[in-house]
């Protein structure tokens, strides 16, 4: 177990519908980052936040959007979806900004 | 562009043998590398690292090799054991890139440990 948690581990909706995926990093750690692995691709980094505030953007499309609250848990919001959308979200958290990442145990999106 | 490579995407080993798992990146500016062991339905988890000041980093059975001419690095396993079955995923860091200290990763290679 690595201390990060994600909700839900599964969800399933439509195209065109919005949904919001939660991670509470572990304790102490500042850092969150989410990414994104779709079928047969490598964990593509989407966004990094560290204590608040937004540190990096990856391959992340307009449609979606993070935040990290002032507990340090984040949410990535995922808007207008299509059914390219579909992969596993898996967030990890570090103490720092480049430190080891432990790796939540994801949130499958099923988009149909 | 793939910046960071695992070119075998699976590998069978037996038992007690090495398994030699290899990756291949494309920037020298990189200065930390990775390996993650991800098992089905649960999130990738951190196995061993190295930096770029070093060619080797050993932690009990796992060594990881730095060849930075070649842009190389190779996870060993010695020895394998059916638990080592898992998707292992190389993954590096660029420390002055458009995501700064944030880790680039490879698709990974499923290794499977035949007992």
């Known amino acids: 177990d690595s201390g990060v948690t994600q909700t839900p581990k599964h969800l399933i909706t439509a195209t065109g519908q919005r949904v919001t995926l939660r991670c509470s990093p572990r304790s102490g750690d500042l850092s969150v980052y989410w990414y994104q692995q779709s079928l047969d691709q490598g964990l593509q980094f989407l966004i990094q936040?560290?204590?608040?505030?937004?540190?990096a953007k990856g391959n992340i499309l307009e449609r979606f959007s993070a935040q990290q609250f002032p507990d340090l848990h984040s949410e990535l919001n995922l808007s207008s979806l299509e059914l390219g959308d579909s992969a596993l979200y898996f967030c990890?958290?570090?103490?720092?900004?480049?430190?080891?990442?432990?790796f939540g145990p994801g949130t499958r999106l099923t988009v149909t | 562009d793939q910046q960071v490579k695992q070119n075998s995407p699976s590998l069978s080993v037996q038992e007690g043998r090495i398994s030699i798992l290899n990756c291949d990146y494309t920037n020298s500016m990189f200065d930390y590398f990775l390996w993650y062991k991800k098992y089905p339905a649960e999130g990738p988890t951190f196995l061993i690292s190295i930096s770029s000041i070093k060619d080797k980093n050993e932690d009990g059975r796992f060594t990881v090799f730095l060849n930075k001419s070649a842009k190389h690095l190779s996870l060993h396993i010695v020895p394998s054991q059916p638990g080592d079955s898992a998707v292992y995923f190389c993954a590096a860091r660029d420390p002055y890139g458009g995501s700064q200290g944030n880790l680039i990763f490879g698709k990974g290679t499923k290794l499977s440990v035949k007992p």
């Open positions: 936040y560290y204590n608040g505030e937004e540190r």
């Open positions: 990890a958290s570090s103490v720092g900004g480049d430190d080891e990442q432990y």
